[in-house]
T-cell receptor, first 117, second 111 residues
Framework: GAVVSQHPSRVICKSGTSVKIECRSLDFQATTMFWYRQFPKKSLMLMATSNEGSKATYEQGVEKDKFLINHASLTLSTLTVTSAHPEDSSFYIC?????????????FGEGSWLTVV | GQQVMQIPQYQHVQEGEDFTTYCNSS?????IQWYKQRPGGHPVFLIQLVKSGEVKKQKRLTFQFGEAKKNSSLHITATQTTDVGTYFC???????????FGKGTSLLVTP
């Protein structure tokens, strides 16, 4: 079946540094990918919609200059958390919608745990 | 986006008891999806409901979509410890592209 891979699965970074998380669709092309954030015992909150070849669409309240999204190819979207702070520590999950398949199937990555110390 | 409200937030049952989680929306939904997330894991797609009044079954899981397409439920019969996790309903945003998740129901099953 379709697979979405995220890397790294876990990352610890120092406060003030930037960290990049990759989301790859392994066996399908995705013109649209989505980035979610999930705090412990909370729901998934949509951060932004990543569109291949164009600017990402951010949800209200999400700082686009802090959470940089790049969707440079049909199989890769990256989320860069810039100048990370401890409050950015969270579980970040991406999902992708196959370009060639009609319908509402969305595949999720395994998620990336970010800890900012 | 289309907001979905989910209850209860937590449910603790003895193994063998039934479990139900409910999802409601103030607006008509085009469809609704259900996901399961095990502790420490990522959401896994369970099912999608599209038609008014639709009922789908997956072994001990029964999914329903209301006649008005504003509510949905997931019922688990005779829970097992492997059912432990958080169950989310999700509906597409107004743009039709992104999924908005309910707050989820965390199920704990004790032997």
């Amino acid at each position: 079946g379709a697979v979405v891979s995220q890397h790294p699965s876990r990352v610890i970074c120092k406060s003030g540094t930037s960290v990049k998380i990759e989301c790859r669709s392994l066996d399908f092309q995705a013109t649209t990918m989505f980035w979610y954030r999930q705090f412990p015992k909370k729901s998934l909150m949509l951060m932004a919609t990543s569109n291949e070849g164009s600017k990402a669409t951010y949800e209200q309240g999400v700082e686009k200059d802090k959470f940089l999204i790049n969707h440079a190819s049909l199989t890769l979207s990256t989320l860069t958390v810039t100048s990370a702070h401890p409050e950015d520590s969270s579980f970040y999950i991406c999902s992708a919608r196959p370009a060639q398949v009609s319908g509402n199937t969305i595949y999720f990555g395994e998620g990336s745990w970010l800890t900012v110390v | 986006g289309q907001q979905v409200m989910q209850i209860p937030q937590y449910q603790h049952v003895q193994e063998g008891e039934d479990f139900t989680t409910y999802c409601n929306s103030s607006t008509t939904l085009s469809n609704i999806q259900w996901y399961k997330q095990r502790p420490g894991g990522h959401p896994v797609f369970l099912i999608q409901l599209v038609k008014s009044g639709e009922v789908k079954k997956q072994k001990r899981l029964t999914f329903q979509f209301g006649e008005a397409k504003k509510n949905s439920s997931l019922h688990i019969t005779a829970t097992q410890t492997t059912d432990v996790g958080t169950y989310f309903c999700a509906a597409f945003s107004n743009s039709g592209y992104a999924l908005n998740f309910g707050k989820g129901t965390s199920l704990l099953v004790t032997p």
